[in-house]
């Protein structure tokens, strides 16, 4: 119905008359372009909708053409890490394999517990998965990051929070540590990349041990190594077992990245169009029954923040 | 001239609580990142305010019709549709 009605107008109009009825406020369209009636937001919501569904459609039975883009490596992440610390006047950290154990068994207990935090809800610490894979340290340290795209993505979003930064960038670590993996976490597909520092008690080290922090990420003071017990390491079911290279799919088409696009230029165009109906009513001084250009701008503006925040992934 | 004052006054007011509590969803629902579903949730209720807030201002305002709901409730809608197709 809203489809015929559409073609209706367009097939009896020239193009001039059809902008004109379209994107500028006149008689013939009752004083409001006719993009910002009613039926015409209820065309958007139906075209949205069915591309929503068509996209969803496409990714269960073709994910090589249209799916959710990620491609997070180990050795992106080591070279963006260690070119940060470049940058900074710090030496580069070294692969450690013990570290990169920890990292593994961390995200395994992150989607068996289902937490997102660096203290697992049954008291563990990031500390217990360090010394549980054999390391034993004099300061250690870990950063989280989930729903990242890309390495650079991660490092740069961790560099951006001060107290990450300052664990990038802390003098005393020589090794890290990573594991990317994909699984389950509180019911959504996620890619989770934990990062861990250390240095090595068998390694000099030239600073003193400061004050036991109680930032999770942040520095501890040397303990004595033990390992963990089995019943805290929980191999999870819904994990890949691909950390060593990290996660990598690359579809086609990135679904999430396609839709934002789409909602963002809907969005756009209706508030370039709200903005040139305002103004003419303005000029015009034209008394109209129809909502407020001007809260539908601010509630559009805010609709676009949203959709912009919830592209970025999450860092603790 | 008082009158018309008064109404400038009176839409100040609704639009800056507009504003203030959409930067609050906003804020929220950057803090809650570690879960779509609360952030899908914080969505559908900016939407529902915004519905409420636009039937409010329109009765105060005297000029509440039938077509300024279907307005709201269809931008609300949209909303809801975008934010459901990234979050669901």
Redesign the interface.
């Known amino acids: 119905m809203i489809i015929s009605f559409f073609a209706s107008i367009i097939l009896c109009m020239s193009v001039k008359d059809l902008v004109r009825h379209f994107f500028i406020p006149h008689r013939a369209n009752n004083h409001r372009a006719k993009a910002l009636h ?1 039926k015409s ?2 065309f ?2 139906l075209v ?2 069915v591309l ?1 569904l068509s ?1 969803k459609f496409v990714t269960l039975i073709r994910p090589d053409i249209l799916g959710i883009a990620t491609n997070i490596n180990v050795d992106r992440l080591l070279e963006a890490t260690n070119k940060e610390r470049e940058q900074n006047g710090m030496v580069n950290l070294e692969l450690n394999p013990e570290l990169s154990l920890a990292a593994e068994k961390k995200a395994e207990d992150m989607f068996a517990r289902n937490y ?1 935090a660096h203290n697992g809800p049954n008291g563990s610490t990031p500390w217990d998965f360090i010394k549980g894979a054999g390391y034993t340290y004099i300061y250690a340290g870990e950063n989280l990051a989930k729903d990242f795209q890309n390495s650079n993505d991660v490092v740069q979003a961790w560099m951006k929070s001060p107290s990450h930064r300052e664990n990038i960038l802390r003098k005393e670590y020589q090794d890290i540590g990573f594991a990317v993996v994909n699984g389950v976490l ?3 597909e996620t890619t989770l990349v934990i990062q861990m520092f250390g240095v090595s008690s068998s390694k000099s080290v030239a600073a003193k041990p400061e004050s036991d922090k109680q930032i999770q990420i942040a520095v501890k003071p040397a303990e004595t190594a033990n390992t963990l017990g089995k019943e805290e390491l929980v191999t999870s079911k819904t994990v890949d077992n691909n950390y060593a290279l990290g996660v990598v799919a690359l579809p086609l088409f990135d679904e ?1 990245l396609l ?2 696009l789409i ?1 963002l230029l ?2 756009g165009s209706l508030l370039t169009i709200l903005t040139i109906d305002g103004f003419l009513i303005l000029r015009r001084r034209t008394v109209r ?4 250009n ?3 701008f ?3 503006l ?2 676009i ?3 912009i ?2 592209a970025t992934g ?1 860092i603790l | 001239m008082k009158k018309t004052a008064a109404y400038f006054d009176r839409d100040f007011w609704h639009h800056l609580i507009l504003i203030i509590v959409l930067t609050l969803g906003i804020i929220l629902f950057y803090f809650f990142s570690f879960s779509r579903l609360f952030r899908f949730t914080i969505g559908f209720s900016l939407a529902v305010f915004y519905v409420l807030w636009g039937i409010i201002h329109h009765k105060l305002d005297g000029d509440l019709h039938f077509k300024n709901v279907v307005e709201y409730i269809f931008i609300a809608l949209l909303a809801v549709v975008i934010l459901g197709g990234m979050l669901i």
């Open positions: 009613p937001f209820l958007y919501i949205l909708a929503q996209f997102w509180n019911g959504e999430g839709l934002r909602s809907i969005m029954i129809a909502g407020h001007f809260a539908h601010i509630f559009l805010a609709l923040s949203i959709v925040i919830s999450t």
